[in-house]
């Protein structure tokens, strides 16, 4: 098992509401990155995040957000929750930089559904 | 843009024999290049990974890929399949000249490995 966790586990919203899904990264790991995992596909890249500012984000509209705090610790926020959201959300960290390995060690993912 | 090809959706191998489970890509300058595996229900794991060096990397449970900058290929092989092999496979790169050196990962769209005993 990576040192990755997600929270919660599993989430189910209504359409429009809002929610955060929260990510404890490796330690000693300063970059992480959420995806959204749909049924049978690849992981699709949200945004990433390197010593707690944004530096890369995949195609995913504003009300995707997020935030990483000075313990590498972040959140994924979703606002205007639509039916097509519900996936499974997966976080990951990695150690970047000069020193850094550049892989991803993944959390378990939190299962959002939208009803 | 950087991109990366997974052409099997399946892939079926019998337990012993040797298993391929191939990867393309695209992206400009010197890519580092990842395979994954996602078993049911759970994150994706590490399995190894292309940065610099030998073609040929070893990685976890006996897997190894090689690296090959004229076909632009990274395929990942095993001499030996087992049944507890099967699952989800997952190429990944991630650009060292995205910009703002992000190195921005992309993955494949998976392989399932399916071993028969």
């Known amino acids: 098992e990576t040192g990755v966790t997600q929270s919660p586990t599993h989430l189910i919203k209504t359409r429009g509401q809002q929610v955060t899904l929260r990510c404890s990264s490796q330690?000693?790991?300063?970059?992480v990155s959420w995806y959204q995992q749909a049924l049978g596909q690849g992981p699709q890249f949200i945004f990433q995040?390197?010593?707690?500012?944004?530096?890369g984000r995949g195609n995913f509209p504003p009300r995707f957000s997020g935030l990483q705090f000075p313990n590498y610790s972040s959140e994924l926020n979703v606002n205007a929750l639509e039916l097509d959201d519900s996936a499974l959300y997966l976080c990951?960290?990695?150690?970047?930089?000069?020193?850094?390995?550049?892989?991803?060690?993944f959390g378990p993912g939190t299962r959002l559904t939208v009803t | 843009a950087q991109s990366v090809a997974q052409p099997e959706d399946q892939v079926n191998v019998a337990e012993g024999n040797p298993l391929t489970v191939k990867c393309t890509y695209s992206?400009?300058?010197?890519?580092?290049l990842f395979w994954y595996v996602q078993y049911p229900n759970r994150g994706l794991q590490f399995l190894l990974k292309?940065?610099?060096?030998?073609?040929l990397v070893k990685g976890s449970y006996g897997f190894e890929a090689e690296f090959n900058k004229s076909q632009t290929s990274f395929h990942l092989k095993k001499p030996s399949a087992l049944v507890s092999d099967s699952a989800l496979y997952f190429c990944?790169?991630?650009?060292?000249?995205?910009?703002?050196?992000?190195?921005?990962?992309?993955f494949g769209r998976g392989t399932s490995l399916i071993v028969h005993p």
């Open positions: 995040y390197y010593r707690e500012e944004e530096n």
């Open positions: 292309y940065i610099t060096g030998d073609n």
């Open positions: 990944a790169v991630r650009d060292p000249r995205a910009p703002g050196g992000s190195y921005i990962p992309t």
């Open positions: 330690s000693g790991h300063n970059t």
């Open positions: 990951a960290s990695s150690l970047d930089g000069v020193r850094g390995s550049y892989e991803q060690y």
């Open positions: 992206v400009s300058g010197n890519p580092y």
